[in-house]
């Protein structure tokens, strides 16, 4: 369990502190969600739509469908990053974090309340330090909850759609000590980079751990895991 | 001249008077320049960051160059708008939008204090109600004033880039009445949509005026020509 | 008034001179309109065909719609353009210039007589010499003309479609002398370079004018819209 | 023998017979070589321009390099092409149709004269009424001549390039009749198309048939390419 | 005759000898035709599946329809070649052999049975040493066999779709020897390249014969032809 | 504990037991290492090749790399799957894939005696009936294992280059039930869907979880786990 108490981390936090969150709720009036969320430096527009129609493998069943895209902005990194547009396609790394977005909310919600419609999210990175693919998970889940109440207040729902409250954060080991919520100078040395999405019972919706430079064993893990369920819940404090 | 007087618009506006400005100079902290332009209800992020490198066009030349590149994000409008890095292309309206603003840019400053660098314009509309491409051209002439400054603390700038200050304003006409700075109603709605960008002398940079629906005659686009150079200088105040 | 009288071009031309058009209809006959221009030594080959169907946008509404596409033939400059084909893509240019056809002969013609149906332009640069754009446009109107007058052979049109006679022309400054219909030489050397399509009765329908490396004021706004008006109207005398 | 004379074909050509040629030269002046090659209905431009480098594959060999590419232009076909470059790649018969091109003409030139430079032929159909590849080279081999001529002049070229003049020509079988160079009808019904490839003296340089709809033996296959070298023969007397 | 007769190949063939074939029929148990075939060290996947729908050209004629496509692993070639999806789409060698295999094969089976069903073909190499596209015809043939098979099965046909047996051969010449059934090593020297399609009864279905390098007579091209024929009507004794 | 043990599965493993395991080692000979490998009805051919050059970011640095990528042929699955080079893009699943690959991969092995060489691994799914990256990820090692003792043939590497044995295996949970190895069915079914790397000494290298369906607790995960760890010793035992 000493572990990784000692830890003075370069911004001041302690080993298993979050930054501070900012939600800024109803911040454009175009779509039917919008959130700026800041958690420390990084920054994320994300906005709900709830459109018409479903994707093709599940028509006709009556129920809604959930499905996300992610940007950086070019300026939201400290070197300018390539538009994906001008290049002609969306790189792997975004495609990987939409899903993974997308997956762990449709966990959040039951979407027959939809009938033949989909809600559809987006989350663009106006600054970027860290932790962006978990920020707009956590962004995009209030973005959905306003959407749901617009459309509440238009054809009245029934039941409850909210499953449970999720959110997500990152922990990771960066010279031998566990962190949470890493920014991007400790996410860019990390040994192991972990992303847990997790409910407000703490319960798993989503695990994605990788460690190119370091292997680590059950113990540490177990130490992540339960890290990882301090942040969300801190986070879902907030909702 | 009694023209466009009368004319009440449904917004509360009169004909010849812009929309509320305001601007967040250092909006973010990752790009050289960062401005959040909002007029009306358009809200357009503008970086700027100079990177090493011009184009082969201009290579040996030991001048820089400028660029732009301008988005709407997907929530930015009523119906949301397809991302155009997963339709795999810039539609062709974005592509003549950000040769606009590259243009009209490239006027406003002597480039030969960058060397081979290049300064890389940024436009991302957050929210769309009309005005988008003017708004950006205003917003990006900030941020590149920042970016300068930036390069200026590092590098020290000899003789004074900036040859003269623009920006630039939209006017039209709808109903037969001539409007300055149109929302997107109005600028559905028009008969005659015409962009300019003028320096603070009243010297023209750029003129872009169509009106696929319905011919005018000299006398208007005089008039036009006047109103827009009253928006214009009072956009030039606020710098 | 004595600004620009006192030019003699490279050419031979006064500044106010066009250059010898020519021409050629019916050049092909797979296509329902078909014209060769040439105004001086740039050829474009235009034709018109009227196909079924129209944009979704416009579905339902039972009027026609007019679209065009622009394109330079790899070998039509000094040094060989690539072929966008094998680019997989079209540039940013050729965009701009096919939706500024399309916009233009959109505003010379009421299309409802053509229900559900399109009439798609097509104009392809044999030979560039300056003004490529402008002499599409006026190339481009009497191909549809043609493509009318055999849409009217075989189902009778009501009302004449023709709302007026346009035609296009560039008209630029060049060393500070102003001058009417550009050749390649002269237009990349222009300071001001300006696209201008107008009716038979002196209406406008596009002003397109750019000035990257100098301004300009009223004064030389309205001398270069006169000139284009003097050009336009001896075009039209050609149809 | 008898097989296939007394054949009347709709257009009234003999079996044997090829359409009226037609071969403007220098037909426009950015181009090194230009030819407008009309057989019967089918036009096609055809232009050769010699351009600085080569391919990786033979850099270092000082050997020049020559390859061509083909289009047919959206107006050229009885109903409207769709235009490649806005499709957004060339589709496979293109790229068939224009490897075939360049490989037939590097067969008929030595091109160690070029240096690092290739030959750059573009084929691009103003009118199609069948036989468009073979019209092509049979165009291109002339235009490449025209190139020969301009660098020749610039630079001398030591020893003849030209290893021997070569022409195409389709034959195909009808209703079981064969029958030279087919238009567009005889085509689009015909039981094996085959393109064949000679060269002066009667040698075989490409030879590609087809017989999707019923195979032949190799007595029509005798009469076939007997019939092709006929044809061949009678363009070369053109050159 | 004796033009051939002494080579000694460097692999130990005679001129006339084609190498060891080894079919391995329902490789895979997933698609309705599967045969993994071997020519020599030539591998080649290929698989036929008869899926729903037929391409619009032939909708409402209750024909069938039959396609196929073709690709090289990047493992195998010498040197690794690049895959294609990354690359982002097929070059025209890969276009050109699937367009030819799919020609081939459609003249050997009548797919009326098929109603408004295609059979799609793959043909996917695991190991290149010359030859693929003819060894793809041979192997695919033979799963298309299959496929039709397990459709009888299921649907019972009432008529024979057979047409004809066919099977594809390479013939070549290399050092002036005409070779064949050419592997890598002797492709990738030969003048000549000529691939051949037939039929058990002798009859032609393509023939696509190239020759850069050096033009040949008649004489050649009838010894060639018996070659093929004699190395096809081995094929087919294998089916 | 008890929570899996009762489960009888439809193919009649128990809970814990891996699908049989087919290795063929130097399954082709143009790549380096060559393994085509089974596990139940999944098929794989991994190759290995060692091929010039590293990607930019780790120029200059004298250490090698290592990259994967991963496709299915088309009539692997049971309905045909689109060949993604036809359709333009690998999708957003592939690439997601094929990082996982390259990641594990290069935790297994110490790269810096490549010097300035990249290992390229092809992962190719002749057949899939689930797991098919987790049996990537385990052919693919052998394939570098091979690839690298050629290298060693060549240069000979002063030190061993394998950091740890890897292998990967899936975990679920289905009807409650906690399965190893689970094949397309079972996998189509699932609750939760977990693919582990670990190395010979049960440390991890990859998680990644997802559970659309239903979240599950920590006494699950930890079960899941060492069901992983079971199957994955097992797997690296056929080393």
């Given at each position: 369990m000493g572990l990784y108490m000692s830890i003075v981390r370069p911004c001041g936090r302690s080993f298993d502190e979050i930054r501070p969150v900012k939600i800024d709720r109803h911040?454009?009036?175009?779509?039917?969600g919008s959130v700026l969320i800041s958690i420390g430096n990084t920054i994320v527009l994300c906005t709900a739509n709830i459109v018409e129609g479903v994707p093709?493998?599940?028509?006709?069943?009556?129920k809604g469908w959930l499905t996300a895209e992610y940007s950086m902005l070019p300026g939201s990194t400290n070197s300018r990053v390539s538009r994906e547009s001008v290049v002609g396609k969306q790189n792997a790394r975004t495609q990987e974090i939409q899903r993974f977005i997308g997956r762990s909310l449709r966990s959040a919600?039951?979407?027959?309340?939809?009938?033949?419609?989909t809600i559809r999210i987006d989350c663009d990175v106006?600054?970027?330090?860290?932790?962006t693919r978990c920020i707009s998970i956590t962004g995009a889940y209030i973005a959905v909850i306003e959407a749901i109440s617009w459309f509440n207040k238009k054809y009245t729902i029934i039941?409850?759609?909210?499953v449970e409250n999720i959110a997500a954060i990152s922990v990771g080991i960066v010279d031998n000590n566990i962190l949470l919520d890493m920014n991007y100078e400790e996410d860019s040395n990390c040994e192991v980079d972990m992303n847990i999405v997790m409910s407000n019972s703490g319960n798993f919706i989503e695990i994605q751990s990788s460690s190119e430079k370091k292997t680590f064993d059950k113990r540490k893990l177990d130490l992540m895991l339960s890290l990882a369920e301090k942040g969300i819940l801190e986070l879902i404090s907030y909702y």
């Open positions: 911040f454009t009036n175009n779509s039917q093709d493998f599940i028509k006709g069943q009556r919600f039951d979407l027959s309340f939809l009938g033949d419609n106006l600054q970027a330090d860290g932790g039941n409850n759609p909210i």
